[in-house]
C-alpha cells in the first residue's frame, strides 16, 4: 500500500506501528490507511483498510499548504 500511495502522490508516506502487528500509513501526521495481521486461537486474520477516503484529499491539502 505504501508503494502505491507513493506513485500517487508527491509526498512521504511514513509507516506508524500502532501495535503489536498493527501499522497505521499517514501523509503529514494524518491516518490515510491501515494494515496488519492478528492470530486467535491458531488462525492468522489479515486486514487492511486500503485508502481513506476523504482523509486522502485533506492530507493533500495540508501538504500543498506548506508547500505554498
Do not use: H, M, Q
Not at 506513485?7 to 494524518?30: H, K, P, R
Request: glycine share 8%; aromatic share 12%.
Amino acid at each position: 500500500v505504501k508503494n502505491f500511495l507513493s506513485t500517487i502522490a508527491s509526498f512521504e508516506v511514513v509507516i506508524v506501528n500502532t501495535g503489536e502487528n498493527t501499522y497505521d500509513l499517514e501523509i503529514n501526521g494524518i491516518e490515510v490507511a491501515s494494515f496488519g495481521f492478528r492470530v486467535v486461537e491458531n488462525l492468522t486474520f489479515i486486514y487492511g483498510t486500503g485508502l481513506a477516503l476523504p482523509r486522502f484529499s485533506i492530507a493533500n491539502k495540508e501538504i500543498n499548504k506548506e508547500i505554498l
